[in-house]
C-alpha cells in the first residue's frame, strides 16, 4: 500500500536561507509524487510534481524537488527562503494507476520563516 | 489554468441541519471529482470519489448517509452533510483532475455546526 512520511511537523528557518522539507514515500507501483502549498484557510496550491523523466523536478516559486528512488525519497527544497513562504506543505503520493488520481497526503509540515 | 470552485466558503448551522457545499470544475470537465476532509491543523483525508453518473464511492469509515454525495454534471458535485452535529465542523475540500496527472483543488469550505 502506498503512504507517505513528511518528517518535522514544523521547520524554522531564517530569511534567505535554504528550505528543506523531508518527504518519504512508499509505493508498490512506481510512484506519482506532489508537493502542494496550503496557505491560511484556503485549498491546496500545486508547487510541483513528478510522474516520470527527470527526477529533479522545478516547480513554481523557486522550489524543487528530487526524486530518489533508492532513498524513496522526494524532498522539497528552496536555496532562499522568503517571508512569503510561510505556509503548509502536503507531499502527496498518487495510489493505484495513473489517471486515478487517488492521492495519500502526508500529515504536513509547517515552514516558518524567520526575519 | 484549471479551476476548482467551491461554494459557500464558510457556513455556519444547527446542530440537526443539513448544509450542501459544491463543487465545480469552471474550465474543464470532471468525470471523477473528490472529497477531502481537513481537521485543524491535520492532513487531507479522502472521504469519497464522486462519480459523474453513477454512486459515489466512499472510503472506509465514512458514513454514506451521513455525507451525501451527488456528480449531477461534468462540472458539478455536491457534498451534503445531513443532521449535521458540532463533530462534522471541518474543513471540507474538492479536488478534481485537468488532466496531466494532476489534482486541482478548491479553496475548501469551512463547516460549523452550533
Known amino acids: 500500500a502506498q503512504s507517505v512520511t513528511q518528517l518535522g511537523s514544523h521547520v524554522s528557518v531564517s530569511e534567505g536561507a535554504l528550505v528543506l522539507l523531508r518527504c518519504n514515500y512508499s509505493?508498490?507501483?512506481?510512484?506519482?509524487l506532489f508537493w502542494y502549498v496550503q496557505y491560511p484557510n484556503q485549498g491546496l496550491q500545486l508547487l510541483l510534481k513528478y510522474t516520470t523523466g527527470a527526477t529533479l523536478v522545478k516547480g513554481i516559486n523557486g522550489f524543487e524537488a528530487e526524486f530518489k528512488k533508492s532513498e524513496t525519497s522526494f524532498h522539497l527544497t528552496k536555496p532562499s527562503a522568503h517571508m512569503s513562504d510561510a505556509a503548509e506543505y502536503f507531499c502527496?503520493?498518487?495510489?493505484?494507476?495513473?489517471?486515478?488520481?487517488?492521492?495519500?497526503f502526508g500529515t504536513g509540515t509547517r515552514l516558518k520563516v524567520l526575519a | 489554468g484549471a479551476v476548482v470552485s467551491q461554494h459557500p466558503s464558510w457556513v455556519i448551522c444547527k446542530s440537526g441541519t443539513s448544509v450542501k457545499i459544491e463543487c465545480r470544475s469552471l474550465?474543464?470537465?470532471?468525470?471523477?471529482m473528490f472529497w477531502y476532509r481537513q481537521f485543524p491543523k491535520q492532513s487531507l483525508m479522502l472521504m469519497a470519489t464522486?462519480?459523474?453518473?453513477?454512486?459515489?464511492?466512499?472510503e472506509q469509515g465514512v458514513e454514506k448517509d451521513k455525507f451525501l454525495i451527488n456528480h449531477a454534471s461534468l462540472t458539478l458535485s455536491t457534498l451534503t452533510v445531513t443532521s449535521a452535529h458540532p463533530e462534522d465542523s471541518s474543513f471540507y475540500i474538492c479536488?478534481?483532475?485537468?488532466?496531466?496527472?494532476?489534482?486541482?483543488f478548491g479553496a475548501g469550505s469551512r463547516l460549523t455546526v452550533l
Open positions: 509505493s508498490s507501483v512506481p510512484p506519482y
Open positions: 464522486s462519480n459523474e453518473g453513477s454512486k459515489a464511492t466512499y
Open positions: 479536488s478534481a483532475s485537468p488532466g496531466a496527472n494532476v489534482l486541482t
Open positions: 474550465d474543464f470537465q470532471a468525470t471523477t
Open positions: 502527496a503520493v498518487s495510489v493505484g494507476a495513473s489517471g486515478t488520481y487517488k492521492y495519500i
